[in-house]
């Protein structure tokens, strides 16, 4: 895309956002607070785009996601305590990237991706930020979270030397969520002990995932997917069978649900 195109495209939406801060009744009234569930809801359909791989919805889906982002912007522009719109977030945003990309706008040529992460981190700090763990947001989903804490960690030395001992620490804490559990073996109310190993256990799993290069958020939301898809096939079989779902019986709902993976392993289901 040409930079004329996206200047006309951009003059054009500021346009449409200024008209419908002053003309509509719905967007007059927001605010910064307000628009924080849409853009949260926006992100998730972002990602749901590129999980179905379906390019037509994310090209929609981006849009939604920068209208959010752009409309942030005009609320800031009209209130004399954020002296700022959408140039100065990109001006701001514009003058970061070059600042933490000498590689490719200095004079330093690097290409090892590993040494820019690293410097990257380092720019960072030297920003002002006092922990190398500063900057996560606190609603960043907690398998994410664990993610970035421990990549932050491994870039200054803080890690496992190889896969073997990481294995080995999900042993160890699988060992002692074990231990922790009661003997009682219907739901219970977790104690603060045997909740505390499992968010160990579950930590120890994410770092696995990271040294296998596999996203903990990616691959959960996947696993929900594939639930949801053969729990469907269940309710369909059930449904066919003239049976309510609580009439139906483990037994056979879990063959309907072996019927669904066989099918998925066909390239019917």
């Not at 942030?72 to 003058?95: K, N, Q």
């Not at 970061?96 to 330093?108: A, E, F, N, T």
């Not at 200054?156 to 003997?183: C, I, M, N, S, Y």
Request: charged share 35%; aromatic share 6%.
């Amino acid at each position: 895309m040409s930079d004329e195109r996206i200047v006309k495209a951009a003059t054009a939406l500021a346009e449409v956002m200024r008209r419908l801060r002053r003309d509509c009744p719905w967007d007059r009234r927001q605010s910064h607070e307000s628009l924080r569930r849409y853009l949260v809801e926006e992100c998730h359909e972002v990602l749901d785009a590129l999980d179905r791989g379906d390019r037509v919805a994310l090209r929609a889906e981006l849009g939604d996601l920068l209208f959010q982002i752009w409309f942030h912007a005009e609320v800031a522009s009209e209130h004399p305590e954020e002296p700022y719109g959408l140039a100065e977030i990109i001006e701001d945003l514009s003058a970061k990237l070059i600042r933490r990309h000498p590689h490719v706008y200095g004079d330093r040529r690097e290409t090892e991706v590993e040494t820019l992460r690293a410097d990257w981190e380092r720019m960072k700090m030297q920003e002002g930020r006092r922990s190398r763990l500063e900057g996560l947001p606190p609603l960043l989903p907690a398998l994410q979270a664990a993610l970035v804490l421990q990549d932050k960690a491994a870039r200054v030395g803080f890690d496992w030397p190889a896969l073997g001992p990481v294995l080995d620490k999900v042993r160890e804490e699988l060992a002692e969520f074990l231990a922790e559990l009661p003997e009682e073996s219907t739901a219970i109310e977790a104690p603060a002990a045997l909740r505390a190993e499992y968010g160990d256990l579950l930590f120890a799993l994410v770092n696995v995932g990271r040294w296998l290069r596999i996203n903990p958020e990616d691959a959960l939301r996947e696993t929900n997917l594939k639930f949801r898809r053969r729990f469907h096939h269940v309710e369909e079989r059930a449904r066919a069978a003239g049976l309510p779902l609580e009439e139906a019986g483990l037994e056979r709902m879990d063959a309907w649900w072996d019927e669904a993976k066989r099918n998925e392993a066909a390239g019917d289901d």
